[in-house]
Nanobody, 128 residues
Framework: QVQLVESGGGLVQPGGSLKLSCTIS????????IAWLRQAPGKGREEVSC????????DYSDSVKGRFTIIRDNAKNTVYLQMNTLSPEDTADYYC?????????????????????RGRGTQVTVAS
C-alpha cells in the first residue's frame, strides 16, 4: 500500500523555524521525485518545493526561495523540508506528493500537476 505520511507541523512564532518530514512506504523512494505543496484556507494549492531522485535538483517557489530547504534520505525513506524565517503568510496545510505512475522520471518537472499521490498533510501555523 502506497503511503506518504507528513509530520513536524505545529504553531511557531514569526521568524521561527520548523522541519517537516515526509516518510513513505509501499514504494521505493529512490525512484521518485518528491514535492512539497501547501494549501491555505480559501486558496488553491501552491507548489513549494521539489527534489529529484538523487537530490541533485531542487526547485523552490519564489515565495520560499532562500528560506526553505528540501533534502532527502532515501535510506530512511524520508524527505524533509526545513523551513526558516517563517511568516504568517506561510500558514497552510503542507503535504508531500509524488507522481506514482512515473518511476521513470528522476527529475522534477516544470508542472507538478501529475503529483497527485499525496499524504494527508501537516498543519503549519505561524502566529504570535
Amino acid at each position: 500500500q502506497v503511503q506518504l505520511v507528513e509530520s513536524g507541523g505545529g504553531l511557531v512564532q514569526p521568524g521561527g523555524s520548523l522541519k517537516l518530514s515526509c516518510t513513505i512506504s509501499g514504494f521505493t523512494l529512490a525512484y521518485y521525485a518528491i514535492a512539497w505543496l501547501r494549501q491555505a484556507p480559501g486558496k488553491g494549492r501552491e507548489e513549494v518545493s521539489c527534489i529529484s531522485t538523487d537530490g541533485s535538483q531542487t526547485d523552490y517557489s519564489d515565495s520560499v526561495k532562500g528560506r526553505f530547504t528540501i533534502i532527502r534520505d532515501n535510506a530512511k525513506n524520508t524527505v524533509y523540508l526545513q523551513m526558516n524565517t517563517l511568516s504568517p503568510e506561510d500558514t497552510a496545510d503542507y503535504y508531500c506528493a509524488t507522481d506514482i505512475w512515473r518511476p521513470d522520471r528522476s527529475s522534477c518537472p516544470n508542472n507538478l500537476d501529475g503529483f497527485r499521490t499525496r499524504g494527508r498533510g501537516t498543519q503549519v501555523t505561524v502566529a504570535s
